[in-house]
């Protein structure tokens, strides 16, 4: 079945990186725009990047300039490099396809504070 995990995530003061990494199995990976979701707490999941078959990228506007998606297909994996982190980026962060088709993983925290 289609499966994501996700790692990378932790503690870190505004103004720091975190880079987020998610495995992909059970799909044919190289075929599929992929994108990073993240849901704060009491909040709906929205976008934050997506990336497509082509390596094309787009970002919401509240992290563009900031954070950095890409792509392996060899390994699988889709990553999220966040630069320059701020307190509302708090939040826990997914991987999914661009239409999020498949189920969701357990996603990785990622919180912001001093």
């Known amino acids: 079945q289609v499966q994501f995990v996700e790692s990378g995530g932790g503690l870190v003061q505004p103004g720091g990186s975190l880079r987020l990494s998610c495995a992909a199995s059970g799909i044919i990976f190289s075929t599929y725009a992929m994108r990073w979701y993240r849901q704060a707490p009491g909040k709906q999941r929205e976008w934050v990047a997506q990336?497509?078959?082509?390596?094309?990228?787009n970002y919401a506007d509240s992290v563009k300039g900031r954070f950095t998606i890409s792509r392996d297909n060899a390994k699988n994996t889709v990553n999220l490099q966040m630069n320059s982190l701020k307190p509302e980026d708090t939040a826990v962060y997914y991987c999914?396809?661009?239409?999020?088709?498949?189920?969701w993983g357990q996603g990785t925290q990622v919180t912001v504070s001093s």
């Open positions: 999914n396809t661009l239409a999020a088709r498949y189920p």
């Open positions: 990336i497509t078959v082509s390596g094309s990228t």
